[in-house]
């Protein structure tokens, strides 16, 4: 069975500082992996999309790297805002099948 | 508004009663995902439809639970004989046949089902 695990469940920052949420899988077979946000009470808006042929993605104060053989990711958020509060889930697509596995999500409160 | 579309937003329904959500896709995307999400955790993926045939299943639909996608465009998730355990949020997520990397996925706002 596939499974994503994200640690911490839960972080808490002063605004301003920069930190890394951890994403890992035990699949070797997943094929990209993706980074969400998802605000209370919303649906998900996607953040990076790394493929598995690639290492990272960057998209403004957010950056986003896959290690296949160590099964982990990283979502790096650099100068951290209060708008930044959501909760962040990472997801991993599989080659043989159009379906996401999702982990449990971080949920990051930035603190002003 | 071109997003993935959900119908309602909330839905409050009492044990044994049936349900029924409606999702619409982004104009021509062939692709329709339907997920579960309960508090605390990351979605559960249901059910996949491409066009008009359902493709795959999650294990997590139950007898109870029944997705259509008759012309390949709008869907439906009909849950019957609701029951306590149902109350999550239902997520419909939708993809281009053609697109640069597989599996990404454009998510609605979801529906907030709860069984009292």
């Known amino acids: 069975k596939q499974e994503v695990t994200q640690i911490p469940a839960a972080l808490s920052v002063p605004e301003g500082e920069n930190l890394v949420l951890n994403c890992s899988f035990t699949d070797s077979a997943i094929y990209n992996l993706q980074w969400f946000r998802q605000d209370p009470g919303k649906g998900l808006t996607s953040l990076l999309l790394i493929q598995s042929s690639q290492r990272e993605q960057t998209s403004g104060r957010l950056n986003a790297s896959l290690d296949k053989s160590s099964g982990r990711s990283t979502l790096y958020i650099a100068a951290s805002q209060p708008g930044d509060s959501a909760t962040y889930l990472c997801?991993?697509?599989?080659?043989?099948?159009?379906?996401?596995?999702f982990g449990s999500g971080t949920r990051l409160l930035v603190r002003p | 508004d071109t997003g993935v579309s959900q119908d309602p937003r909330h839905k409050i329904t009492k044990r044994g009663q049936n349900v029924t959500f409606r999702c619409d896709p982004i104009?021509?995307?062939?692709?329709l995902y339907w997920y579960r999400q309960t508090l605390g955790q990351g979605p559960e993926f249901l059910t996949y439809f491409q066009n008009e045939a359902q493709l795959e299943k999650s294990r997590l639909l139950s007898d109870r639970f029944s997705a259509e996608r008759p012309k390949g465009s709008f869907s439906t998730l009909e849950i019957q004989r609701t029951e306590q355990g149902d109350s999550a949020m239902y997520l419909c997520?939708?993809?281009?046949?053609?697109?640069?990397?597989?599996?990404?996925?454009?998510f609605g706002a979801g529906t907030r089902l709860s069984v009292l």
């Open positions: 997801a991993g697509g599989m080659d043989s099948s159009y379906k996401l596995i």
């Open positions: 997520a939708s993809s281009p046949s053609r697109q640069l990397a597989k599996n990404i996925q454009y």
């Open positions: 104009s021509e995307h062939n692709r």
